[in-house]
């Protein structure tokens, strides 16, 4: 190989290096390099550099969402919710209690964390509540009533007079 064929990715490489190149080493050098690129699942768990996203349910009732987010371990006061036109953002940190020097395991996710929703229809803004219980979020988003707005004539006389 050249000096400038050294510098392509081995698999670009090895695809284009001659069309007799088996489907077998393609899976394999295909393999190799979405090991490289994709990190493991370890570390996604341990090293987040983003916001995690916690297991959330979204089901309609009676005229309003419900939104129910499992985040054990938190207080009503670790969590932001806010609400922008139909988009319902939920975020918080949830921190790790307890000093540890080295993990054996890691599944439980901490650090800060956002799940967003897209709501369907309006929802009536003052009438939102939102409860945590049992390492659970609860949003409870009322459907805003339909409003209809009267058309005014300003072609018109006052007193029906033309």
């Not at 489907?23 to 996604?44: D, I």
């Not at 959330?56 to 309003?64: M, P």
């Not at 209809?148 to 300003?154: A, I, P, S, T």
Request: proline letters at 6%.
């Amino acid at each position: 190989m050249s000096g400038e064929d050294e510098r392509l990715p081995r698999t670009i490489y090895a695809e284009t290096q001659s069309e007799g190149v088996q489907a077998s080493s393609t899976q394999s050098n295909m393999n190799r390099l979405f090991h490289e690129v994709v990190p493991t699942v370890r570390w996604l768990a341990t090293g987040r550099p983003q916001p995690w996203r916690p297991p959330t349910d979204v089901y309609e009732t009676d005229g309003k969402v419900v939104v129910k987010v499992e985040v054990a371990g938190m207080s009503e006061q670790d969590f932001a919710i806010s609400l922008s036109n139909r988009s319902l953002r939920i975020s918080g940190t949830r921190h790790d209690p307890d000093q540890k020097q080295a993990y054996l395991q890691l599944e439980i996710a901490y650090g800060h964390f956002c799940t967003e929703i897209f709501l369907p229809y309006a929802v009536a803004y003052d009438e939102i509540e939102a409860t945590y219980e049992s390492g659970f979020l609860t949003v409870v988003l009322p459907r805003a009533e339909i409003r209809h707005v009267r058309v005014k004539d300003q072609d018109a006389q006052p007193g029906g007079v033309e």
